[in-house]
């Protein structure tokens, strides 16, 4: 790999981080290309070379999802798994998808449509893992605002930071597992 490429490599991580990092801190609409910039020690012309504009940065900068893939475990495992994930990123100091949608909504340059899509990806993701075939998605639904309850008050709160990881991914996992167990129980009905 070329220095040349390196170093364009290792700009737009630092960009994307810092990215990332601010608009989670403070919205969308307070953060500018330059603070950005500035953050990721990168001229602001770069940033926009890079991105093109501050909405496509924001799109690029999104956590990251990889909450929403299958996990290698039969569903009866969910529940803790999804928990676990939440507590790892914290224990990591990872952004945290669950935590952040909220604010990615309301702060995007469409927010409407921001809404409609990021529900549609999460209530998706979520069915499949779970097998949800109602036509409302009913309980992929609660399992998601579960997960946006749960990383909210573990990021935004602090609320069971004197838990063991452990015990809070058994007892916090157990109420989400409840759910996929009740969509389970109601598909073999």
Request: with cysteine; net charge negative.
């Amino acid at each position: 790999m070329s220095a040349a490429r390196q170093v364009g490599g290792s700009s737009r991580d630092a960009i994307l981080d810092s990215a990332g990092r601010l608009f989670g801190e403070r919205g969308y609409r307070a953060v500018t290309v330059r603070d950005i910039a500035s953050d990721a020690r990168v001229s602001a012309a770069l940033v926009m070379k890079l991105y093109g504009s501050k909405a496509q940065l924001f799109a690029a900068a999104q956590p990251d999802e990889s909450l929403l893939n299958e996990p290698d475990m039969p569903v009866s495992d969910l529940g803790g798994a999804l928990v676990l994930r939440i507590l790892m990123r914290r224990e990591r100091g990872l952004q945290e998808p669950w935590a952040m949608l909220p604010f990615t909504i309301q702060d995007s340059p469409t927010p409407e449509a921001v809404r409609l899509e990021t529900r549609e990806r999460y209530l998706t993701s979520i069915a499949g893992l779970m097998r949800d075939t109602t036509p409302e998605r009913r309980y992929a639904s609660t399992v998601v605002a579960l997960m946006l309850g749960f990383g909210e008050a573990v990021r935004t709160l602090g609320l069971f930071d004197s838990w063991d990881v452990d015990a809070l991914a058994a007892h916090y996992g157990a109420i989400v597992q409840a759910e996929i167990d009740a969509c389970r129980a109601a598909d073999h009905s």
